[in-house]
């Protein structure tokens, strides 16, 4: 991966904007990774659950293959997987009508409930967000917001 083209007038702008990364990956992957926590929640690696989440928010049964685009991953190991959340009681597999060579997959009760848990876990902040003050919380929120828009 290059780095970007950052002109010299701007490499004050670019050292802020590496280490606001630096500081937001610190608090999201080490001090608020809430990964550890969702897998051994679920008994499951976080691909599996990550993989889960897809199926039961999904609005209506899915394919493999569209479970594997959306996963970024090849079909067989999007099979293994699968086969693993069948075998856990989680999905279930059933022939695509439109497609005899496909079939779609749909989480189950048990399967929706461990996705919505796995969701809790997920959405809990770390608590250095909690001690913020209102006004700075209320322009993280705002930065934030903007930066999932524009992408």
């Avoid at 199926?55 to 997987?81: F, Q």
């Amino acid at each position: 991966m290059t780095e970007p083209a950052v002109r010299p007038h701007d490499r004050a702008r670019a050292e802020m904007a590496e280490r606001t990364w630096r500081n937001l990956r610190v608090l999201l992957l080490e001090r608020g990774d809430r990964r550890r926590e969702a897998t051994e929640a679920l008994g499951m690696s976080f691909f599996r659950i990550k993989a889960l989440r897809r199926i039961a928010a999904a609005p209506e049964p899915m394919t493999l293959r569209d479970l594997a685009d959306l996963l970024l991953t090849d079909r067989p190991y999007t099979t293994l997987v699968v086969d693993d959340l069948v075998g856990r009681g989680l999905v279930e597999r059933s022939p695509n009508p439109a497609d005899r060579r496909s079939k779609l997959v749909t989480a189950t009760e048990a399967g929706r409930a461990a996705a919505a848990k796995a969701e809790r876990i997920l959405d809990t902040p770390p608590p250095s967000l909690y001690g913020l003050p209102a006004d700075e919380l209320a322009v993280l929120d705002r930065v934030t917001a903007r930066l999932i828009a524009d992408e």
